[in-house]
């Protein structure tokens, strides 16, 4: 889906489908069966990066509550937060085997992943430091930014095309 543009035709359907499925509630759809759509990959990518995130931010406002400096923090919620959406996105979301074996597989989405993790800490930093935000907000803010470079080098450096259909 990522290899051209897509004409208005093409987009309407791919729309469409995700709304059937949403509107059925048909869960096996929307979640487990394998699908080369876009958009509903960016769906499941929504949901497991949200429960990532749950997990990443609990880390985080515990570890800062504990004393931790916020940044170190937020590297300890970073590495619990991408091993569950690793975990959660071989399942879910790429279904589509990556062209490397899993350690290497996991080698580059951790490395898509520090670079998210450099996105994150530099702006919680300017927005905590600079902008004068609690850490917390500023992780919420910083979220957005990160999980679009999160899928979006993912989707392009190990699952570019899906096998199934």
């Known amino acids: 889906m990522l290899d051209g543009p897509l004409c208005p035709e093409d987009q309407d359907q791919i729309v469409k489908e995700l ?12 979640m487990l069966q394998p699908t080369s759509n876009v958009v509903l990959q960016v769906f499941r990518a929504l949901f497991v990066a949200g429960l990532a ?7 985080l406002g515990l570890l800062a509550w504990a004393g931790v400096h916020y940044l170190l923090a937020a590297t300890f919620g970073f590495i619990v937060g991408v091993i569950v959406n690793f975990l959660l996105s071989i ?6 085997k990556a062209p490397v074996g899993r350690v290497a597989e996991f080698v580059v989405y951790v490395l898509v992943g520090i670079v ?17 935000f ?22 392009v450096t190990l699952y570019r095309k ?4």
Request: hydrophobic share 55%.
């Open 116 to 132: 998210g993790l450099g996105i994150t800490l530099g702006l919680m930093w300017f927005f905590t430091e600079k902008v004068g």
């Open 162 to 165: 899906d096998s199934s259909t």
């Open 19 to 30: 709304l059937h499925l949403v509107r059925t509630l048909d869960v096996h759809g929307l």
């Open 91 to 96: 399942k879910f979301v790429f279904k589509e």
């Open 53 to 59: 995130f749950l997990a990443d931010y609990l880390v």
């Open 134 to 155: 609690h850490f917390m907000i500023s992780k919420l803010i910083t979220v957005v930014v990160t999980f679009v470079w999160n899928f979006t080098a993912r989707k």
